[in-house]
């Protein structure tokens, strides 16, 4: 009788951890149908939020790459170390492109403001297309979070 009442109790229990379907229908949904090698998405967070955007890209091996990006007043809070908070907003952030958008096959995410700082942006504001922040700059990494790719979209569980 003991045994029956764990197993039962294990069995409700894991049930409960199961995410509800009320929460995976509030994920932010993302149509990658159209991305090809060497294109990028850069769109809303949740499609109703203006704190984030999303910047979803496949390089020209197929590596899809997800980064949550902040913004501040539509424009993306560049990175500062020393005083913890961001002194410049980029407006024009995003992977390095050619005139048809396309991803360059050496190129990285950075800001593209002709005002912003030249050495920050050439040095500190660069990032593989991965994310991982470019050697020798003492930025962090890019938020990366955690996704699921069902046809073709892609759901971000965050």
Avoid at 17 to 37: C, F, G, P, T, Y
């Amino acid at each position: 009788m003991f045994l029956i009442v764990i197993v039962a109790v294990l069995f409700v229990f894991a049930g409960s951890m199961k995410v509800s379907d009320k929460v995976l229908a509030e994920r932010s949904q993302h149509d990658i149908s159209k991305l090809q090698n060497g294109d990028y998405i850069f769109e809303k967070f949740r499609r109703n939020e203006d704190g984030a955007r999303i910047l979803i890209l496949k390089d020209w091996d197929s590596n899809l790459y997800v980064h949550l990006v902040p913004l501040e007043q539509e424009k993306v809070p560049m990175p500062e170390p020393f005083w913890g908070f961001g002194y410049y907003h980029c407006k024009y952030f995003g992977p390095d492109h050619d005139v048809n958008h396309k991803l360059l096959k050496s190129g990285k995410i950075r800001c593209h403001d002709d005002e912003a700082p030249k050495w920050m942006v050439d040095d500190q504001w660069v990032w593989e297309y991965s994310g991982k922040a470019a050697a020798g700059s003492w930025s962090h990494d890019m938020i990366s979070p955690k996704y699921e790719i069902k046809g073709n979209t892609v759901y971000i569980n965050g």
